[in-house]
């Protein structure tokens, strides 16, 4: 039998989902099975969820399509890598993009474009002024609906915050963002390294995070979602990550 919205929004509150929280949502929709009503469905869910005072965001990632050979990013025409969810969301009536161009993050919200604003003037994916770490200092979550941490970007911007020495490639790329109004914006970049050495699991993460009650799980559909709260997130892990910076590389 199909997963409907009602049901989508029951195991978000049962996952701790409450009105007024500030979410940032990774997902796949077919880790849920069928969905009456597709990815609206789960939209709708997750903007109920929250309620009028609440926010909810998405990734809406473009870092294999603007690149040194195809420098430009578009508020609207360029479309997401990291999911169907994540193109419907964008596309949404309300939804405001960030305009950083490999990074970018949708919201829907009352406080969206606060939320989304100035994250063109990072250098780096997850800055200061990005939508990530605003996350945690909105005191807001990650929602993995059906994905592991492992594509949690969250944990990139942890990385960011404890200056792991090795994080980005060198120099800069000369990129470009451009408004819906079709103003261009110069928005030079570093990106993440990507080692075909070594990598990183933030799935180990997982014990620790569910022993100091920062990660809960639940059921959705055919599911599992993962909750994870982002300020005592960023309180514990970026110390750690400070302290060592490669304990979670594996050799691939």
């Known amino acids: 039998m199909a997963t409907d919205s009602a049901q989508i929004q029951e195991g978000l509150r049962n996952a701790g989902i409450a009105p007024g929280d500030v979410l940032h949502v990774h ?3 077919k880790s849920f099975g069928e969905v009456a009503g597709g990815a609206d469905a789960v939209i709708d869910a997750l903007l ?42 964008r596309l949404r009536p ?6 950083h161009p490999t990074h970018s993050v949708a919201a829907i919200g009352p406080r969206a474009a606060e939320f989304t604003a100035g994250h063109e003037l990072d250098d780096t994916p997850c800055g200061c002024r990005s939508p990530y770490q ?45 408004r819906k109004d079709g103003t261009v914006i110069r928005t030079p970049s570093r990106r993440h390294a990507r080692d075909r050495e070594f990598d990183r699991s933030f799935s180990e ?14 059921p959705i559909g055919e599911a599992q979602i993962r909750v994870v709260a982002a300020r005592p997130a960023a309180e514990l892990l970026v110390p750690l990550f400070k302290e060592s910076p490669g304990f979670l590389l594996k050799k691939n």
């Open 205 to 218: 993460l997982e014990p620790m995070l569910v022993e100091k009650g920062i990660l809960r799980y639940g």
């Open 134 to 178: 605003r996350l945690v200092e909105w005191n807001g979550k990650a929602v993995m609906l059906g994905v592991r941490l492992d594509s949690c970007t969250l944990m990139h911007a942890f990385e960011e915050m404890a200056g792991i020495p090795w994080l980005f490639t060198p120099g800069f790329e000369e990129l470009w963002s451009i």
């Open 27 to 29: 997902s796949s929709l």
């Open 94 to 99: 309300g939804a405001i993009r960030s305009l």
């Open 48 to 89: 109920a969820a929250v309620g009028p005072a609440g926010l909810v965001s998405v990734p809406t990632h473009t870092f294999d399509t603007v690149t040194a050979l195809q420098p430009v990013f578009h508020e609207t025409l360029s479309p997401s890598l990291v999911g169907l969810i994540t193109n419907v969301f």
